[in-house]
């Protein structure tokens, strides 16, 4: 990355950024490996409710991919800051690609049971832990500084898209093609993004030698710890994936299905609003670019998604839900790529993948957690509406106390 002025990179447009033939070969591979996932996920799932009618063994599926997602998180990121992030990623989605290729043998050869779609995603759930944390910590090292949010928001952006669009695609192939079908693109896309990762001219090399690698995980907590910003938005990140995601996965169909009394389709636009809401949230934010005031700005944005969040609840007719729901994605998203930005412009980089690997198993690592904590109310009997909004005051009161108590964050320009 050549060295360029301050006034230059301040005055870099968006289309520099775009002619950043490395930040578009990550773009590229970010585009094709989501839409795999998004269209092995809906494959899986389908495959264990409709051909296994086993729809109540999802959760020992998910069980399976997260566990060791969890586990080898902080291993991943040490790996990301010894070795070249590109090679990382190139090798997991290789062996992604192979894993779905092993289960698409299995299946034109007959019955793919669910001990053997668990032992997969358990491998799956490997890979993940060891890719995602490469992929979160590599776009430091292919832009400026200051193209550092605009770089997020479209990677976010290319996220949210898959989110929305894979599953819609995936449906289509399989309503028109097959099972087989959808594993077989869903290698074309795995090997596409393997490609496009071997095309990134990383400059970080990594370092293969040096310390141990459980000193190096010591070193990434230590690192963690000295920092009053980024050991707060890591209890942040726990905090809010605690009291938002659990309620809001498990929730949202509850509340379609006996608030507004809907059905899948609805449920499916509930879930679009969101998502389209913080993929609008991610485009404005690479418009506007921020560079000043950016932590005060973070927390006004999380505290009024959990207050759309509270008054979602309170909707009573479809159109309402959809409406404060796309505010609820909207200003998630305003909120959280900033935060990354922040995150990669301050961090050292030799230290960016234990980081980001640490933030991602805060954001992670309580979401199971939540999902039995949510359960058992229901078991007891309380009312999802009441949960909900239960977890959207706590996000409340948990933004307005560190804006008030911890003025690192608050005043973070």
């Known amino acids: 990355m050549a060295e360029r002025t301050q006034l230059e990179i301040q005055t870099a447009p968006l289309g520099a950024l775009l002619r950043n033939t490395d930040f578009i070969a990550l773009w590229v591979a970010t585009l094709c490996s989501s839409f795999a996932l998004a269209f092995f996920n809906f494959a899986q799932t389908w495959y264990i409710v409709k051909q296994l009618n086993l729809e109540a063994s999802l959760g020992l599926v998910f069980l399976a991919s997260s566990v060791p997602r969890l586990v080898f998180m902080i291993l991943g990121g040490a790996m990301a800051d010894r070795f070249p992030k590109r090679n990382i990623m190139f090798h997991t989605n290789i062996i992604r690609a192979l894993l779905v290729a092993a289960i698409l043998a299995w299946l034109l050869l007959g019955y793919v049971s669910l001990p053997v779609l668990t032992v997969f995603a358990f491998f799956f ?56 079908t959808v594993f077989a693109l869903t290698i074309v896309f795995l090997l596409i993004a393997a490609v496009f990762n071997q095309r990134i001219r990383s400059l970080s090399a990594g370092a293969a030698e040096g310390s141990s690698m459980l000193t190096s995980i010591r070193e990434g907590i230590s690192y963690v710890r000295q920092s009053v910003f980024l050991s707060t938005l890591l209890i942040c990140s726990a905090f809010l994936n605690f009291f938002l995601i659990g309620p809001m996965q498990v929730g949202f169909p509850l509340f379609i299905k006996n608030v507004l009394h809907g059905d899948s389709l609805h449920f499916s636009y509930l879930e679009g609003s969101v998502g389209g809401g913080m993929a609008l949230g991610a485009v404005l934010v690479g418009i506007l670019s921020l560079q000043r005031r950016r932590g005060l700005f973070c927390l006004v944005m999380l505290l009024l998604s959990g207050i ?11 159109w309402q839900a959809l409406a404060i729901g796309a505010v609820f994605g909207f200003t998630l998203a305003m909120a959280v790529i900033p935060l990354m930005a922040v995150i990669q412009a301050t961090v050292k980089e030799e230290m960016m993948g234990r980081v980001m690997s640490l933030m991602m198993l805060s954001s992670m690592g309580l979401i199971p957690v939540s999902y039995a904590g949510v359960s058992l109310l229901l078991a007891a009997g309380a009312p999802i509406v009441l949960i909900m909004r239960a977890g959207a005051a706590a996000v409340i009161v948990f933004v307005l106390f560190v804006a008030l108590r911890v003025p690192t964050v608050r005043t973070f320009d």
């Open 125 to 180: 759930g490997l890979a993940d832990a060891f890719f995602w944390s490469a992929d979160g910590s590599i776009v430091p090292e292919l832009v400026e500084k200051q193209q550092l949010t605009q770089a997020n928001s479209i990677t976010q952006m290319t996220n949210q898209s898959s989110v929305i669009l894979g599953p819609v695609f995936a449906g289509i192939a399989l309503k028109f093609g097959s099972y087989e």
């Open 308 to 318: 759309a969040f509270f008054f979602l609840n309170f909707s009573t007719v479809l």
